[in-house]
């Protein structure tokens, strides 16, 4: 997206240079990316920037509403309320669409948001493989908030353990090894020193936790949660016994669970802006829209894009039984904005917050770019094209 640098790079561009990308992902983790990692990263230009970190911010302003849990009382499952909810989440991750405005401008339009960890890890892993293998120019900074690399690993330990001893501090995950994103576990211990434990193995003694490891058993003092409460039910015969998180538990968390239930779906229709589709719960519409080519509706309860129906009809939304539990949303129309060899790709880009528990206000940390040349975005689709996939941004 910034044409002179595009252009250069996709000059200069070698499948041999890739390779040893990928081959270098696999060296420093022992993991070879289970998803597809894009040929290039994406070069997002200074005015793009600035409406991202515009974007980024009204959204935040909405989860400093003071009335916030108020709001998304009833967004979480009856059954899923965990006790001792903590003040904020100490991971924010929301998504944008890059599009082009009526005036032909680079406009971002929001797409998701979640109270719960991305690839921390793993994507600044990429992006120092990105400068390695390729001519990235050096005045292009892959994090948020003017920060270096060491000022980015000290803020992502500061928020994951909170001051706590790295082995009384675990990653929490459903069948870790069997996850795709298993190559960032892997880094973010590599990163921090914290153990990546499965959810069967936690041992609960009336209200302390453990884990066990080399024969020894460990008190859990915080839990780094990549746990879904979706793929605990999916899994929950194949992981036979597991501890009610409902139990009264001595444990900080980051990020609690019920704050992946608030800050998601349930949220895009409180959010305003030249940067937010229009969107409403489906049982408060009270006239459809004729047009329902232009909207798209999205599962409250999902993750990963399962579930949404990308060109509704009325035959979908008479077949849904739920509708407190779905979204009505205008349907955003992504630009191909990336120039590749084989054909332009159309871009999301994700902004990574990280919020410590003793600051006031979440600090925009990293990114992650989801580059398509089909229907969906996400790293779970055109596996079968080239120069799409997981990638990292580059802010002029």
Known sequence: MVPAIRQLYNHQFTPAAYEALLQSLA????????????????????????????????VIDVLRRPDLNTLTEMAI????????????????????????????????????????????GFQELLAAQYRQHFNIPSQLNNFGSGMNAAQYEALLSKTILNGHDPKEVIL???????????????????????????????????????????????????????????????????LGSVINFQHEM????????????????????????DYAPKAWFLHEIPVLPQDLENYVLKPLFSFAGQGVIIDPTQADIDAIKDPENWILQQKVHYTPVIETPTGPAKCEIRLMYCWPDDAADPVLAHNLARLSKGKMIGVNYNADRDWVGGSSCFFE
């Open 27 to 58: 060296s420093v983790t022992g993991i070879t990316p289970s998803f597809r990692v894009a040929e290039t990263p994406v070069f997002v230009p200074a005015a793009l920037t600035q409406k991202l970190i515009a974007a980024g911010a009204a």
């Open 172 to 238: 929490l995950e459903v069948l870790p090894q069997q996850q795709k994103t298993l190559i960032d576990f892997v880094y973010t211990e590599q990163l921090l020193g914290i153990p990546t434990v499965c959810v069967s193995a936690l041992i609960l003694e009336g209200k302390k936790l453990y884990y066990e490891k080399d024969g020894e058993k460990i008190q859990v003092k915080r839990i780094y949660n990549r746990m879904i409460s979706e793929d605990l039910e999916k899994h929950r015969e194949e």
């Open 250 to 273: 001595e444990v900080e968390w980051a990020t609690h669970p019920n704050w992946y239930y608030r800050i998601s779906k349930f949220l895009l229709p409180y959010i305003q802006g």
């Open 77 to 120: 499952p009856k059954g899923q309320v965990v006790p001792h909810q903590d003040a904020h989440p100490q991971f924010v991750i929301v998504d944008f669409a890059v599009t082009k405005n009526e005036a032909g401008e680079l406009s971002p339009q929001l797409i998701e948001l979640q109270g719960f960890p991305s690839l921390f």
